[in-house]
């Protein structure tokens, strides 16, 4: 079985642009949800999402989106990009639901790097 | 104070050593994970509690809900299990929740 698969795996974009993250759960997974993990730092919980619905939000600002789709893919959105959201960006997939404290299955990530 | 604190920070061990981690947190939970990442950021879920002990090869978890703390214990050692360890907590309000993730223990095992 396919893992949780993310692209692209790395990108560069400049300040200002805008950038789409992709995740792929794994098939069955109801929830995904999204980190930012900064070169040396601890990941940060960016949201969570469940039957297209958001169900947690970490303290990003409101430059950063999110949406679910039917297939229970996801996309992350970033605008106005600074040069701190340089990071890893990690996707978790998970059963969700009334299973909402199943274990997490992580992406290999995309490398972000703004200049 | 952060709402989920580790320690140690970084852990230096012996092959064949017993070793523990430990996590600690101030929210109302309702699980909490213990992720291992290995040096090119690929993370990997070692176990998810919400109470007991959990067991799976030679790591053990367990949590104490009333005292708000979790362990990760490896028994035997080995340099393989040289990564980062971080403990990750789901704090649920209503029907939004938040996951806060501890700095994480950095262990290295020698041989």
């Known amino acids: 079985d396919a893992g949780v698969t993310q692209s692209p795996t790395h990108l560069i974009k400049t300040r200002g642009q805008h950038v789409t993250l992709r995740c792929s759960p794994i098939?069955?997974?109801?929830?995904v949800s999204w980190y930012q993990q900064v070169l040396g730092q601890g990941p940060q919980f960016i949201f969570q999402?469940?039957?297209?619905?958001?169900?947690g939000r970490g303290n990003f600002p409101d430059r950063f989106s999110a949406r679910q789709f039917p297939n229970y893919s996801s996309e992350l959105n970033v605008n106005a990009l600074l040069l701190g959201d340089s990071a890893l960006y990690l996707c978790?997939?998970?059963?969700?639901?009334?299973?909402?404290?199943?274990?997490?299955?992580f992406g290999n990530g995309t490398r972000l790097t703004v200049t | 104070k952060n709402e989920v604190e580790q320690s140690p920070q970084n852990l230096t061990a012996q092959e064949g050593e017993f070793i523990t981690i430990n996590c600690s947190y101030s929210?109302?939970?309702?699980?909490l994970h213990w992720l291992q990442q290995h040096p090119g950021g690929g993370i990997v879920s070692l176990f998810m509690?919400?109470?007991g002990k959990k067991k799976h090869g030679r790591l053990i978890a367990t949590i104490n809900i009333q005292e708000k703390h979790s362990s990760l214990h490896i028994t035997a050692s080995h340099p393989r299990d040289s990564a980062v360890y971080i403990c990750?907590?789901?704090?649920?309000?209503?029907?939004?929740?938040?996951?806060?993730f501890g700095k994480g223990t950095k262990l290295s095992v020698k041989p």
């Open positions: 978790a997939s998970s059963l969700g639901g009334r299973s909402r404290n199943s274990p997490l299955h």
């Open positions: 990750a907590a789901w704090n649920y309000g209503g029907s939004q929740g938040n996951l806060i």
């Open positions: 509690l919400s109470s």
């Open positions: 098939s069955g997974h109801k929830s």
């Open positions: 929210v109302g939970i309702s699980a």
């Open positions: 999402y469940y039957e297209k619905e958001e169900r």
